[in-house]
């Protein structure tokens, strides 16, 4: 059997490197890597890490993209892949428009897709924007749906897709901070915190950018403002949309430091330190109910309502007096804070990666039986 993997994001690298490895392990398939590069910069040290090297890289990136260029380069690059590499099925995972266009390629040249971290829904199709769609897209075209919990299969039970095509397996991003986290971590920026209260910060979301951030923003720095034993670190993501902002807003702020985004092995183990999260990230949400790190989910809906379930998420939110109030709350309330910070793991025992392996395996032996019938 082969099985190709597209993806061109930072999350999504870190959640489809530990499938790649456990394809590896099986001589009996061939494993073919194609990253869209719709990342650059922020996807080599992951792949680096895993020890990962591309068969294929699409380098789509272009400063300033907007879905167009994604969409259409991905589209464009990807056919002479497919055509040359005939693989049996394609996994894509999760919600990008790397992930979407490669689904959209697929179909077009009737190529069954595998879509990894399967349906996940807000059902609000400018929330995450453009990740919802994209999502529900991927699963209009996949034949086979690897859903990290039972949430997610109901999803797509309702939508009406077939209970054999959906396997329930945890979330491969559980196997990835199984390799990530080291209990003996160092760093300059914990020395640069010492006693204080580490807050670990993101925001990167598309919808987000312009006002909404500003607020966002503002909001943080006045919070942080109020509190001597405070510190913010806040690893900016590379849109320069983004840095603009953060540079304009947060910068020049004593407690608070931005800088380039971190490799996920130093991320993973700064959020096991910090005290509390803000982010607009998606895996990100994922990753701290396995930490016990409370975290406010500075967004209006969410598409992972199971660490909120569990206690450890908290959506806030963007406007500027609720993100503001929400931190204020958090770090003075700590009944508040005790309550969230419990490590309560909704996404599975780290062992997403061989149970899509096993999975695959099986639908490539049922595909030949069928054949020979
Ligand atoms: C993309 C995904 C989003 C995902 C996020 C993860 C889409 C539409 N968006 O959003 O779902 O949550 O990745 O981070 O698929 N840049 C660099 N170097 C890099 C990466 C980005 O310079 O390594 C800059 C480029 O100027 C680029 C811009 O950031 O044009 C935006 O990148 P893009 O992938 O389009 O959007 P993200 O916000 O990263
Ligand atoms: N991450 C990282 N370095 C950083 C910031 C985030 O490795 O400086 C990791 C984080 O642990 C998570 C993933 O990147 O696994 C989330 O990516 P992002 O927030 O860019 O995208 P989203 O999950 O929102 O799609």
Same mark, same amino acid.
Not at 320 to 337: A, Q
């Given at each position: 059997?082969?099985?190709?993997?597209?993806?061109?994001?930072?999350?999504?690298?870190? %959640?489809? @490197?530990?499938? /790649?490895?456990?394809?590896?392990?099986?001589?009996?398939?061939? &494993?073919? *890597?194609?990253?869209?590069?719709?990342?650059?910069?922020?996807?080599?040290?992951?792949?680096?890490?895993?020890?990962?090297?591309?068969?294929?890289?699409?380098?789509?990136?272009?400063?300033?993209?907007?879905?167009?260029?994604?969409?259409?380069?991905?589209?464009?690059?990807?056919?002479?892949?497919?055509?040359?590499?005939?693989?049996?099925?394609?996994?894509?995972?999760?919600?990008?428009?790397?992930?979407?266009?490669?689904?959209?390629?697929?179909?077009?040249?009737?190529?069954?897709?595998?879509?990894?971290?399967?349906?996940?829904?807000?059902?609000?199709?400018?929330?995450?924007?453009?990740?919802?769609?994209?999502?529900?897209?991927?699963?209009?075209?996949?034949?086979?749906?690897?859903?990290?919990?039972?949430?997610?299969?109901?999803?797509?039970?309702?939508?009406?897709?077939? %209970?054999? @095509?959906?396997? /329930?397996?945890?979330?491969?991003?559980?196997?990835?901070?199984? &390799?990530? *986290?080291?209990?003996?971590?160092?760093?300059?920026?914990?020395?640069?915190?010492?006693?204080?209260?580490?807050?670990?910060?993101?925001?990167?979301?598309?919808?987000?950018?312009?006002?909404?951030?500003?607020?966002?923003?503002?909001?943080?720095?006045?919070?942080?403002?109020?509190?001597?034993?405070?510190?913010?670190?806040?690893?900016?993501?590379?849109?320069?949309?983004?840095?603009?902002?953060?540079?304009?807003?947060?910068?020049?702020?004593?407690?608070?430091?931005?800088?380039?985004?971190?490799?996920?092995?130093?991320?993973?183990?700064?959020?096991?330190?910090?005290?509390?999260?803000?982010?607009?990230?998606?895996?990100?949400?994922?990753?701290?109910?396995?930490?016990?790190?409370?975290?406010?989910?500075?967004?209006?809906?969410?598409?992972?309502?199971?660490?909120?379930?569990?206690?450890?998420?908290?959506? /806030?939110?963007?406007?500027?007096?609720?993100?503001?109030?929400?931190?204020?709350?958090?770090?003075?309330?700590?009944?508040?804070?005790?309550?969230?910070?419990?490590?309560?793991?909704?996404?599975?025992?780290?062992?997403?990666?061989?149970?899509?392996?096993?999975?695959?395996?099986?639908?490539?032996?049922?595909?030949?039986?069928?054949?020979?019938?």
């Amino acid at each position: 059997m082969k099985v190709a993997l597209v993806f061109g994001t930072r999350p999504e690298a870190i %959640k489809m @490197c530990p499938i /790649v490895k456990e394809l590896k392990q099986h001589k009996e398939i061939e &494993t073919v *890597v194609c990253v869209t590069g719709q990342h650059r910069e922020m996807l080599r040290p992951i792949l680096e890490i895993f020890q990962v090297n591309p068969d294929y890289n699409l380098d789509i990136m272009k400063e300033k993209q907007d879905l167009f260029d994604i969409t259409d380069s991905v589209l464009q690059r990807i056919k002479e892949v497919l055509k040359k590499e005939s693989p049996d099925i394609v996994l894509v995972h999760g919600d990008t428009t790397s992930a979407f266009a490669a689904a959209l390629a697929c179909f077009y040249m009737k190529v069954p897709v595998a879509h990894v971290e399967a349906g996940l829904r807000t059902y609000n199709k400018y929330s995450p924007y453009p990740e919802e769609f994209n999502r529900q897209a991927i699963d209009v075209i996949s034949e086979i749906f690897f859903a990290p919990t039972d949430l997610s299969k109901g999803n797509l039970l309702s939508e009406g897709k077939r %209970k054999d @095509c959906i396997h /329930v397996t945890g979330n491969t991003v559980i196997d990835a901070l199984k &390799t990530t *986290v080291d209990g003996d971590f160092h760093s300059e920026i914990l020395d640069w915190a010492g006693n204080s209260r580490l807050i670990l910060m993101t925001a990167h979301r598309r919808e987000n950018i312009g006002k909404t951030m500003q607020e966002m923003f503002e909001a943080i720095r006045e919070a942080a403002e109020i509190y001597e034993d405070v510190k913010v670190v806040y690893p900016v993501h590379m849109n320069p949309a983004v840095k603009n902002a953060a540079e304009d807003i947060l910068g020049n702020t004593d407690r608070i430091k931005l800088i380039e985004p971190l490799d996920v092995v130093e991320f993973h183990n700064l959020m096991n330190h910090a005290y509390l999260i803000m982010t607009d990230s998606g895996g990100i949400q994922e990753e701290a109910p396995a930490l016990g790190k409370p975290v406010l989910v500075m967004r209006d809906t969410t598409e992972r309502p199971e660490g909120v379930a569990a206690g450890t998420l908290k959506l /806030v939110g963007t406007k500027k007096e609720d993100v503001k109030s929400g931190l204020i709350e958090l770090l003075t309330d700590t009944c508040v804070y005790q309550k969230m910070a419990q490590a309560k793991n909704p996404y599975g025992d780290g062992h997403a990666s061989e149970r899509i392996v096993q999975v695959l395996c099986e639908w490539w032996r049922k595909q030949n039986a069928e054949e020979i019938c």
